[in-house]
């Protein structure tokens, strides 16, 4: 089979990657796990010194499939040992009763708009008494804003208040997952440390390679901001130059996102070509041999190198500038390569190096687009053969373009619920001009401490192009249908999806009969899927969503949602689309809802899908509801209801008022925060404590990481 014989590297990769999946499945039998693989590594060296004396066809098969097994288990062991909290030392069980830590910077701070952001390596924690313990871990640290945290630097010894919690998992329906975003990155811990709540020791220990990353940063963004005077302009310039993105617009990023041209704001394989293919002009590689061919490969070699290091070895740069690596050197000493072969050799350095960099959804894209792009574009290439130079320019980025959107969408839709419909128009004015920006940008960067001159010069011509694609991408973002957004289908739906373009190709290329029915197969479940999980969304339920000091409320039926929600909500769009947009999409409600101020609770109104009963009093679903948001007037008399909803407005004195009169069945606390202050007042009601969201349906409720309640 061609990609067994030609692709050797793939048969371990994918053993090897499903090690790492499984890790965590596995992580309490490590000892177990261990054992095994020192037992096939033992049968291994065995096999090899038998075939040695002689060859043994059932051996050698069964040592083949010793190795893969081996594979597998050593994805298991590095991505347990690169996991901290799998130790006995981590700090999420060290003593609670430790007061102070002892940490160090381990990235370069960044300023929010409220705080100085970094990472922190924990060392040493100490209790009242003045004795420490050895611990480990990564924390998520925030700083208060003031003059000290602005003076943070990478490698800097930070002794800091005991202030650090768990990383909270999502609290509200298909939000995003920080919890999981953050053990993806090996971080457990997070903390907010107030002025006197930390002291910087004046103490320094770096890594000179990251060191030196920062600092060529820093400089950077000081000789940005000197330059461009633009803030939007400075944003996409750094993006595309050195792939800082923390200036980038919203605006602007959601107009790149919308038409297909987001991949251009992210150092990658594009940008490193694009690198490339300045450095062999310039190095005149390709009219080089012998001697000069190597010492000029090497030369290039090692300025991909400083590329990497100036982005950060960001893993899209990191692998691209391996696999430019490897064909470099495969050149130089006149060895032949085969692209998927360096690929999948790229791909297991970087997991090797982080086993974690496998849910990167980066590290995803990136090689997704590369086999894309290597297996289709010369393919659409041939179906327009072009004469002229122009003409096979605009043919090559179409076919780029159309190749890496086969291999991505699916995973676009999956991640980001949009796809853009005229990704092939965007691409081809915005990537030669990507192009010139960078090339612009390069020199720029080269020469802008040494000549000012050259340096406004090449500023301005970055200027000019950005301004100008970004006047194409917010042009066709505002054309109808420029791109369907919203669109949610689930992991098994992707996964169909990429069967059926892998079983499409095969059947195209090989003109394979069976291949058409398999490939109708893959289509059959993906409409099966499709179906059971719109079976599985519930017509009819209400959703309690947990915002810190706000009020949420969803009242779905027939399809339809109504939200109720405070003024902070309300009137916060980004909040709206943070919080609200992951439910709208998931349960695939597009434009069928509406908000409402929950105010409004306070007077008579009929809504879609609830009555407004007034003084806080809901009707729906055939139950009786109070929403304590929403009265304007005491109870005088006891009542009688079969839900009370305590949100974040009223206060605990007004709940101590009311609390005694009200009789109801069940009693919801939507502000996690205020928990134990409210429990308090209402010790005479059965309290259910949201952990996470609660849907209340026809005749149940279901909530994450609480019981299910029926009623």
């Not at 000493?333 to 085969?338: A, E, I």
């Not at 999980?533 to 409320?553: A, Q, W």
């Not at 919080?579 to 809504?607: D, F, G, M």
Request: hydrophobic share 45%.
């Amino acid at each position: 089979m061609y990609i067994w014989r030609h692709i050797p590297l793939l048969r371990f990769l994918i053993p090897y990657a499903l090690g790492i999946h499984f890790a965590s499945a596995v992580s309490g039998y490590f000892s177990l796990v261990i054992g095994f693989a020192a037992a096939i590594l033992g049968c291994l060296v065995f096999s090899h010194f038998t075939l040695r004396k002689k060859v043994n066809l059932r051996l050698l098969s069964v040592a083949a499939y010793l190795a893969i097994c081996l594979f597998f288990l050593s994805g298991v062991i590095i991505t347990h040992l690169y996991r901290d909290i799998n130790f006995d030392n981590h700090f999420s069980r060290a003593d609670r009763q430790n007061t102070l830590v002892l940490a160090r910077v381990i990235n370069n701070p960044e300023t929010k708009p409220k705080s100085i952001g970094c990472e922190l390596s924990l060392v040493t924690a100490y209790n009242e008494k003045g004795a420490g313990e050895s611990i480990q871990g990564v924390a998520q640290a925030y700083f208060e804003i003031d003059s000290t945290s602005q003076l943070l630097s990478y490698g800097d010894y930070v002794l800091v208040h005991n202030n650090f919690s768990e990383v909270r998992p999502s609290v509200n329906p298909y939000q995003f997952d920080f919890k999981k975003y953050y053990e993806n990155k090996n971080i457990y811990q997070q903390g907010y440390f107030k002025v006197g709540d930390w002291k910087n020791l004046k103490l320094n220990h770096t890594n000179p390679l990251f060191a030196l990353s920062y600092r060529w940063q820093t400089s950077l963004r000081k000789l940005f901001d000197q330059y461009f005077l633009d803030d939007q302009v400075k944003g996409v310039a750094q993006a595309i130059v050195f792939g800082y993105k923390e200036d980038l617009d919203d605006d602007w990023l959601k107009a790149f996102s919308k038409t297909g041209t987001i991949h251009v704001l992210a150092v990658s394989g594009l940008h490193v070509g694009i690198i490339f293919i300045l450095l062999g002009g310039m190095l005149r590689i390709r009219q080089s041999k012998g001697r000069w061919l190597i010492a000029k490969s090497l030369l290039a070699i090692f300025i991909l190198f400083l590329y990497c290091l100036i982005t950060g070895f960001a893993p899209s740069v990191a692998r691209a500038s391996l696999m430019f690596t490897v064909v470099i050197l495969a050149r130089a000493f006149n060895r032949n390569s085969n692209i998927y072969n360096t690929l999948t050799f790229a791909a297991f350095v970087l997991l090797l190096f982080n086993p974690l960099n496998l849910y990167n959804v980066g590290f995803q894209f990136s090689f997704l687009a590369v086999i894309g792009i290597v297996y289709y574009k010369d393919t659409f290439r041939r179906w327009l053969p072009q004469t002229s130079w122009l003409g096979d320019k605009v043919v090559t980025l179409t076919s780029v373009s159309i190749a890496a959107q086969i291999t991505t969408f699916p995973i676009g839709l999956y991640y980001f619920h949009q796809y853009p419909n005229f990704f092939m128009f965007s691409n081809l004015i915005v990537i030669p001009c990507i192009t010139i920006i960078l090339y612009s940008g390069i020199f720029f960067v080269a020469l802008g401490s040494w000549i000012p001159m050259l340096a406004s010069f090449f500023s301005s011509v970055s200027e000019t192009y950005i301004l100008f694609i970004a006047k194409v991408v917010h042009f066709i973002q505002d054309v109808p249908y420029a791109f369907f957004d919203n669109v949610h289908i689930t992991f098994s739906q992707m996964i169909c999806i990429y069967l059926i373009i892998i079983l499409g190709t095969i059947t195209w290329v090989n003109k394979w009969q069976n291949g058409v029915y398999l490939t109708a197969i893959a289509a059959v479940l993906f409409l099966v899927a499709d179906l059971q999980y719109n079976r599985g969304i519930s017509d009819t339920e209400m959703i309690l969503f947990d915002v810190r000091n706000e009020t949420l409320i969803g009242f779905k039926q027939n399809g339809f949602v109504t939200f109720l929600a405070s003024e902070g909500i309300y009137k916060d769009q980004s909040m709206m689309d943070f919080i609200i947009t992951p439910y709208i999409v998931t349960e695939r409600l597009s434009n069928n809802y509406c908000i409402y101020p929950s105010q409004l609770a306070q007077y008579k109104e009929t809504l879609p899908t609830v009555e407004l009963l007034g003084n806080g009093f809901v009707w729906f679903n055939g139950k009786r509801i109070l929403l304590l948001d929403g009265m304007r007037s005491y109870i005088k008399e006891p009542i009688d209801i079969d839900i009370l909803l305590v949100g974040a407005t009223k206060s605990e004195k007004y709940l101590s008022k009311v609390a005694h009169l009200v009789n109801a069945n069940q009693t919801f606390l939507l502000d996690n925060w205020r928990v134990e202050r409210l429990k308090m007042e209402l010790n005479n009601h059965e309290t259910v404590i949201q952990k996470r969201f609660i849907v209340v349906k026809l005749d149940k409720m279901r909530h994450f990481l609480a019981q299910s309640i029926v009623f």
